[in-house]
């Protein structure tokens, strides 16, 4: 199952062990990681980014690592975008991030300052394998199945809106002259929202094209490798 995985520790040290811990499981093939992260919250309560992949699996840091460490660190946290190179700037809302924000508030909690931990993006079959070794490390492990991050609540705003418009339309049509202006503006403001969440739903679209990209290309790569060299 894909799920993002954040791991707590009292130590940077422990969580950069933890984060070789996990490399480790994904030679071993318990568990695929597609990208990871290792950070740290300081004492005014900002996320610092202390190491990330890059290669083929970028954009999925970008939009699901990434789009977490953004939420936890609040305003600021837009910047980690920019230093780490993953496409934090261009996610707008949770579940473009495809993080819930119930998640985000229990690894908000767990993050306290002074802090760090590793955060990754996963595809396991079990937990056993990686609670086992991340709590002999000192860790605390919070996960989620990003899978439970769903687009059907976009889709029913666009919905509710079109059927608003369609109705304000309607009572516009029989409307009195000076009840007219009211009812036009209220449709300006109601095709702005749709436009606003049609381009949300454009942005998940995107988001979900470069993750399974990466992806693919991540998991062509190591079935290259695996390949036997022909004499």
Request: charged fraction near 30%.
């Amino acid at each position: 199952m894909n799920r993002m995985l954040v791991v707590v520790f009292d130590t940077e040290a422990k969580a950069f062990e933890a984060r070789k811990v996990l490399r480790e499981l994904d030679f071993e093939g318990s568990v695929l990681v597609y990208a990871s992260a290792v950070v740290t919250k300081a004492a005014d309560g900002a996320i610092a980014l202390r190491q990330e992949d890059g290669g083929p699996v970028a954009t999925v840091a970008g939009t699901s690592i990434g789009g977490l460490l953004g939420f936890l660190g609040g305003p600021a946290g837009a910047a980690i975008g920019a230093v780490a190179g993953m496409a934090v700037g261009l996610i707008s809302d949770l579940e473009s991030a495809r993080v819930g924000s119930d998640f985000v508030d229990e690894v908000g909690v767990a993050l306290s300052p002074g802090k760090s931990a590793v955060a990754a993006e996963v595809d396991e079959d079990s937990t056993e394998v990686v609670d086992t070794r991340m709590e002999a490390l000192g860790g605390t492990v919070h996960r989620r199945a990003i899978s439970d991050v769903r687009d059907t609540a976009n889709d029913g705003d666009v919905a509710a809106i079109k059927a608003e418009i369609a109705q304000t339309r309607v009572e516009n049509a029989r409307a009195r002259a000076d009840r007219k202006v009211k009812l036009e503006e209220r449709m300006k403001l109601l095709e702005a929202k749709l436009q606003a969440q049609v381009q949300r739903a454009k942005q998940r679209r995107e988001a979900a094209r470069r993750d399974a990209q990466a992806k693919v290309a991540l998991l062509k790569t190591r079935a290259s490798r695996s390949q036997p060299k022909s004499h």
